[in-house]
């Protein structure tokens, strides 16, 4: 270590240590030591500039942190310190900028105190990210303001080898379990993750979103590769005319796209809807498809690949189709008049495939498809989730992205797999 790379604020904080140091580094091995050794005290001087916390001089009040504790008002933690009831009304009040009602317990607040002990600022920690702070200007004077810390994005990396499940896996080697998420739906149509076993093993490299040094979530996936059953599956992600999305090491997209419809049919006559009045049941609750108004008889197409794992008769649903296309999608199709022949759990069917007839069986008031679509074991709607492109890169693209994915290839094989668990797939599979 030199002493050109002593931090500018260590500097200041000493500067007759500094000119000594300066001194001393001409004169040989011993002084050499010496310097090194006063650097470490100097590194740790106190730093000049004012600290910001929430963006306001920290060192110029007295804080007080804590959390919100159960069935604690906002009065409970406001009268104490000098701010006056007519104050904290205004807050109660002035709904336009944060709604107070809406403050949980367990959430990190700060209170900062003036020279007098009364609270100058109020500040309340919606999440790790965003924070609202409150300014008493005197009286009943109140000023609020939103706030969000500084979002750090860090690139991190890592390896594993599946012993159990892949959510323990990424836990053993230090990365968030909710990587796995994320892996499920890249690789949707290529690795069922319900089938992952050991010796499976994977590389990711992703970027991760840090407050206050602390991870608030995964920011991105850039690549992975994903050795599953002895298959070895990449996935890079690119922007191509702005629309991001994963492919293979030849450019062909990892997703497939879901038929836009089942059918051909008249109308839409209901959309999903987390609340509606139901027809028949006289009732509002959740209707968590799409109806397809339909003449009775009108075949019934899978939207994706997949295999049957229900085709029978509920009260409720009448005649019904369940596919399941990989370990994330799964559709469902109701009210048919009668099914397709063969359909039954198990058998397979291809994007396209007519599964059954139009019909209204069941719940329902007249002939039309009701259609269900889950991703990830919830019920979603379809024309809300950002389903991928699935459309392959274009020419245009073409050689940007080889270039791109060589440089990503090269850092992905760098990531050394965790020491003690190299065996061979094989070896690792014999061995469980
Ligand atoms: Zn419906």
New binding site residues.
């Given amino acids: 270590m030199t002493l050109f790379r002593l931090p500018a604020k260590a500097l200041y904080g000493a500067p007759l240590l500094l000119v000594l140091l300066l001194l001393a580094s001409s004169c040989g091995q011993q002084a050499q030591r010496d310097a090194e050794a006063a650097q470490q005290t100097l590194t740790e001087a106190p730093a000049p500039e004012p600290e910001l916390q929430y963006g306001l001089p920290v060192d110029s009040f007295r804080l007080l942190a804590g959390a919100v504790q159960r069935n604690e008002f906002l009065a409970d933690i406001l009268l104490p310190h000098g701010v006056d009831y007519a104050a904290i009304d205004r807050i109660a009040r002035d709904r336009d900028i944060f709604d107070v009602r809406r403050m949980r317990a367990g959430q990190p607040y700060a209170l900062m105190l003036g020279a007098d002990s009364s609270a100058r600022h109020f500040v309340y920690e919606e999440n790790k990210v965003d924070y609202v702070v409150w300014t008493f200007a005197g009286g009943d004077s109140v000023q609020v303001e939103r706030g969000s810390k500084p979002v750090e994005i860090v690139q991190r990396q890592v390896a594993g080898v599946i012993e159990g499940s892949m959510y323990q896996t990424l836990i053993d080697a230090g990365a968030p379990a909710l990587l796995a998420n994320r892996l499920a739906d890249i690789y949707a149509w290529s690795i069922d993750f319900y089938r992952i076993q050991a010796g499976d093993r994977f590389r990711v490299l992703y970027t991760e979103k840090l407050v206050d040094g602390e991870s608030v979530g995964i920011d991105s996936i850039q690549a992975a590769s994903f050795r599953f059953r002895g298959m070895e599956f990449l996935a890079f992600h690119y922007d191509q005319d702005s629309l991001g999305s994963y492919y293979d090491e030849n450019g062909h997209s990892l997703q497939k796209a879901f038929l836009q419809a089942p059918l051909n049919y008249t109308r839409i006559s ?1 959309r999903f809807s987390r609340r509606r009045f139901h027809p028949v049941q006289k009732r509002y609750k959740a ?1 968590l ?3 397809y108004a339909a003449p009775t008889g009108t075949p019934i197409r899978s939207t994706g690949d997949g295999v049957v794992v229900a085709a029978g008769y509920t009260r409720g649903n009448g005649n019904y189709v369940k596919i399941r296309h990989n370990s994330v999608y799964t559709t469902q199709y ?1 009210h048919m008049s009668r099914f397709a022949s063969g359909m039954r759990s198990g058998k397979a069917v291809r994007q396209g495939e007519v599964i059954g007839y139009v019909g209204a069986t069941g719940l329902a008031t007249g002939p ?1 498809l ?1 259609y269900r679509f889950w991703k990830n074991g919830e019920q979603v709607d379809p024309f809300q989730e950002e389903l991928p492109p699935a459309f392959p890169i274009s020419e245009e693209h073409k050689a940007a992205y080889q270039q791109r994915i060589e440089q990503l290839k090269k850092r992905l094989e760098a990531i050394p797999y965790p020491e003690a668990q190299t065996a061979e797939p094989q070896l690792a599979a014999m061995g469980g």
Avoid: A, M
């Fill in positions: 209901s209707h498809g799409t109806d109701l039309h009701c």
